[in-house]
């Protein structure tokens, strides 16, 4: 079982930055591949990062350039710098953590958080 809690989200003009955090509850000694996902009202949820258990991270093109994904395992921690925003980045965010991954997804069973949303306007 994994918990996973993401904070950090807020209303910020486009070009400004956030960092999302993502504390994560999980079984000593187990490895997981993480996962950054947004989604928007009426579309499905869009991978954002991914992020293994050797720290190797994959980024949409949409982000890439931007946007920073990375773990403090002694924290158990998992973060997501987002600079240069745009008002297409608005979503709500979710962490997401599985066993294993492929690309931009996260393979079931998957354990996600509950989100935090991001609104970039002006």
């Known amino acids: 079982q994994v918990q996973l809690v993401e904070s950090g989200g807020g209303s910020v003009q486009p070009g400004g930055s956030l960092r999302l955090s993502c504390a994560v509850r999980?079984?000593?000694?187990?490895?997981?591949?993480m996962g950054w996902f947004r989604q928007v009202p009426g579309k499905g949820r869009e991978g954002v990062a991914t992020?293994?258990?050797?720290?190797?991270?994959l980024y949409a093109d949409s982000v890439k350039g931007r946007f920073t994904a990375s773990q403090d395992n002694a924290k158990n921690t998992l973060y997501l710098q987002m600079n240069s925003l745009k008002p297409e980045d608005t979503a709500m965010y979710y962490c997401?953590?599985?066993?294993?991954?492929?690309?931009?997804?996260?393979?079931?069973?998957?354990?996600w958080g509950r989100g935090t949303q991001v609104t970039v306007s002006s």
């Open positions: 997401a953590a599985a066993e294993y991954r492929s690309g931009l997804r996260l393979l079931s069973p998957t354990y």
């Open positions: 999980r079984a000593t000694g187990s490895n997981y591949s």
């Open positions: 992020i293994d258990w050797a720290s190797t991270v």
